[in-house]
C-alpha cells in the first residue's frame, strides 16, 4: 500500500508534512539540521542518526574504492528528472532510448531507468483496490454463494483459501466502514473551515480565543468543537487566522487524497486492471507487460524513497541520502495507491535482480497475499543471484508475528528461522530518545531485523520539491542505502553478512522496552556496520569461512 499515513490525523495530534520538534521559531522547511539528522553521529550528538558521514570517513581510510552499487526501487515511482536524483539514476546500458524496440532482449521495450508493471498501452494505474477486497470479491460467491451444501464442500477442499477468505472479510468489512467515516468526517470538517475562520473574527487561535465564541446556530457549534480540539495542538495552537486556514486546509486535503480512493479501494465490483494494464492477471507466469513510465500518476511516495536512499545537494537544498556518493536507483514501478498485486511484486524482483540490481527496496506490505508462493519463489531468485531485499515492517504500531505483514520471509511464525537469508526487515525510529520507537512502527523481536530513522524524513517528492514524510517506508530506504554502502565498497559482502554487520553494530536501547523490538534491539550505525564487515567479512571471508576453507583444503590434500 502506498499511502500508509497521512497528515488528517492531526486530532491525534499527529503531522506528517511539517515537523513536531523544529527549533522554536525556526520553519521546519528551513531547520537544516532537522533536514539532515538522520545522518548523525549517535556517539557525539546522542540522537540515534545512522552516523553516515563516518562511514564514508573509515573506508575511504582504509584505502577502498567504491564501486557503483544498483538500487532497485520497487514503489509508486520515481520522478527520474527530479534536480535531486536525475544524477544518480540508472540508466541500462544495453538499451537504445525511445526506439521503440527491445535493444537488449529482455522482453521490455526502452527501459532505459526501469519499468512499469502497473501500466500498459492504455495509460497506467493509479487506485486499485485492497487486497482484502480482491480476495473477497474473488471467493465470496465460492465460500458463502447461494448453495449451503456446495460452500461447505469447497470450504472443506480449499481450506487455506477459506482461511484468507475469513481473514480478508473480518478485514475488508470494517475497514470500509472505517474509510467511508472517515471520509464523511474530514468532508465535514473540510466544509467548516470557513465558518471556523469567521468565528475566530481575526483573532489567533489560543484556547481564550475559543472560550470566548459564542456559537449562533448548529453549524458554529460543530466548527467551534473542531478548534476546541486545535486550539491546544502544537500545529495549530498561537497561529493567525489567515495562518490557520492554510494549514486546516493542507492538512485536509491530505485526508481527502487518503480516504477519497478508498471508496474504490473498498469496491468490489472496482477492476481497473484488466482496461488499463490488459494481461491476465491469474497467469503469474506471463512477464512481458506494462509500459516505461517510471513515474506514473503519483509517484510522491516513490521519489521520496529514492531521495533518502541516494538524493544528491541541489542548489540551496541540503538533502543527500545515504548512498548519495555510490548509488544509482533503478525504478520499478510495482505500488499502486492501494495493495501492490503479488504478481507484479514477483516481476519486478526478478526485473530488477536480472538486469543489475544488487539491493532492493520494498516499501510496501498487506496483510493477506494469494500468491504468496510466488513472491516467495522471486526472493529465493534474488537470494540465489546474491540479491538482498530490505523491506519495511509497517506502519500499523502491531506486532507482525500475531499480524503478518506481506510479502514475508517467515512462510509461517513458529518457524525459528526465515526461509532465506537476503530480506532485511526494518522498523522506524524517531530523533526521540525516550519515545524511540516510532509510534506507528510494526515490531518483533525475531521477525523485524533493525530500526532506523523514520519520523520527520525530509527528501525528494514530486515536482522538484522537497517534504518531510514518515514511516517505516521512510527507515526502509534508509537501510538501503547503507547496504549499498557496504557492498559499494565491499562488493563481495554477501546479503547475509551485510545484514549482519547492521544487526550486530546497531545501537541499542532499553528505553521503553525499545530492546525488545528487534533482533538488534537498536538503530543502525553504518560506521560500525562498516567497520564490523571489514573486519569480518571482508572479500567475502568470515573467520567461519576461512576455517571452513581449510578443512576443505586439508580434505583434498588426503
Not at 481450506?159 to 470500509?176: G, L, Q
Not at 562498516?530 to 569461512?545: D, I, L, P, Q, R
Request: net charge neutral; charged share 25%; hydrophobic share 35%.
Amino acid at each position: 500500500m502506498k499511502k500508509v499515513l497521512l497528515a488528517a490525523v492531526f486530532l491525534a495530534g499527529f503531522s506528517f508534512s511539517y515537523a513536531q520538534e523544529a527549533k522554536a521559531g525556526v520553519d521546519p522547511k528551513e531547520d537544516k539540521d532537522l533536514m539532515t539528522w538522520y545522518h548523525k553521529d549517535f556517539g557525539t550528538s546522542k540522537v540515534y542518526g545512522v552516523n553516515t558521514e563516518n562511514a564514508y570517513k573509515f573506508l575511504e581510510s582504509k584505502g577502498l574504492k567504491p564501486k557503483t552499487v544498483v538500487v532497485g526501487v520497487l514503489d509508486s515511482g520515481v520522478q527520474v528528472d527530479h534536480p535531486g536524483l536525475v544524477n544518480n539514476l540508472w540508466s541500462n546500458p544495453n538499451e537504445v532510448p525511445n526506439n521503440g524496440k527491445d535493444d537488449d532482449g529482455n522482453g521490455y521495450i526502452d527501459d532505459i531507468h526501469g519499468w512499469n508493471f502497473i501500466g500498459g498501452k492504455n495509460g497506467d494505474i493509479d487506485i486499485d483496490n485492497m487486497e482484502v477486497t480482491r480476495v473477497v470479491a474473488k471467493y465470496k460467491s465460492v465460500f458463502e454463494g447461494d448453495d449451503s451444501a456446495k460452500n461447505k464442500a469447497n470450504q472443506a477442499k480449499m481450506p487455506e483459501e477459506f482461511a484468507m477468505y475469513m481473514k480478508a472479510k473480518d478485514i475488508f468489512s470494517k475497514k470500509s466502514i472505517e474509510a467511508k467515516q472517515s471520509f464523511q468526517m474530514y468532508t465535514m470538517i473540510n466544509d467548516a473551515i470557513p465558518t471556523m475562520v469567521k468565528l475566530l473574527n481575526g483573532k489567533p487561535v489560543t484556547p481564550e480565543t475559543v472560550a470566548a465564541i459564542k456559537p449562533a446556530d448548529q453549524k458554529d457549534a460543530m466548527a467551534l468543537q473542531v478548534l476546541n480540539q486545535v486550539s491546544t495542538s502544537d500545529e495549530f495552537k498561537g497561529k493567525s487566522a489567515a495562518e490557520f486556514e492554510k494549514a486546516m486546509k493542507g492538512q485536509m486535503k491530505e485526508a481527502l487524497d487518503y480516504f477519497g480512493p478508498q471508496e474504490k479501494q473498498y469496491n468490489l465490483d472496482y477492476d481497473p486492471r484488466k482496461e488499463i494494464v490488459g494481461d491476465n492477471y491469474d497467469d503469474y507466469s506471463e512477464k512481458s507487460y506494462g509500459n516505461n513510465h517510471y513515474e506514473g500518476p503519483d509517484a510522491e511516495h516513490g521519489t521520496h524513497v529514492a531521495g533518502i536512499i541516494a538524493g544528491l545537494p541541489n542548489g540551496k537544498t541540503i538533502q543527500y541520502g545515504v548512498a548519495s556518493k555510490v548509488a544509482k536507483i533503478m525504478t520499478v514501478r510495482t505500488v499502486p495507491n492501494g495493495d501492490e498485486r503479488d504478481k507484479d511484486v514477483a516481476n519486478a524482483i526478478r526485473y530488477a535482480v536480472d538486469n543489475g540490481a544488487k539491493i532492493l527496496n520494498m516499501s510496501f506490505g498487506k496483510p493477506v497475499s494469494p500468491g504468496k508462493n510466488v513472491v516467495w519463489d522471486a526472493f529465493k531468485y534474488a537470494q540465489d543471484k546474491g540479491v538482498l531485499l530490505v523491506k519495511a515492517a509497517g506502519n500499523e504500531n502491531e506486532d507482525v508475528a500475531e499480524h503478518l505483514a506481506y510479502p514475508t520471509n517467515f512462510k509461517n511464525v513458529t518457524d525459528e528461522a526465515p526461509f532465506v537469508n537476503n530480506v532485511l526487515v526494518v522498523g522506524a525510529s524517531t530523533n526521540k530518545n525516550d519515545a524511540l520507537r516510532a509510534s506507528f512502527s510494526n515490531y518483533n523481536k525475531k521477525m523485524v531485523n533493525v530500526f532506523a530513522p523514520g519520523e520527520e524524513i525530509y527528501s525528494t517528492v514530486p515536482h522538484n520539491e522537497y517534504k518531510y514524510l514518515q514511516g517505516t517506508s521512510m527507515a526502509s530506504p534508509v537501510v538501503a542505502g547503507a547496504a549499498a554502502v557496504l557492498l559499494a565498497y565491499m562488493p563481495n559482502l554477501k546479503p547475509n553478512q551485510i545484514i549482519e554487520s547492521l544487526v550486530k553494530t546497531s545501537n541499542a536501547s532499553t528505553t521503553n522496552q525499545f530492546g525488545d523490538y528487534s533482533q538488534a534491539g537498536g538503530v543502525i550505525d553504518l560506521k560500525k556496520a562498516a567497520e564490523y564487515a571489514y573486519t569480518n567479512f571482508y572479500n567475502g571471508k568470515s573467520s567461519a569461512g576461512k576455517k571452513a576453507e581449510k578443512s576443505v583444503k586439508k580434505t583434498v590434500k588426503k
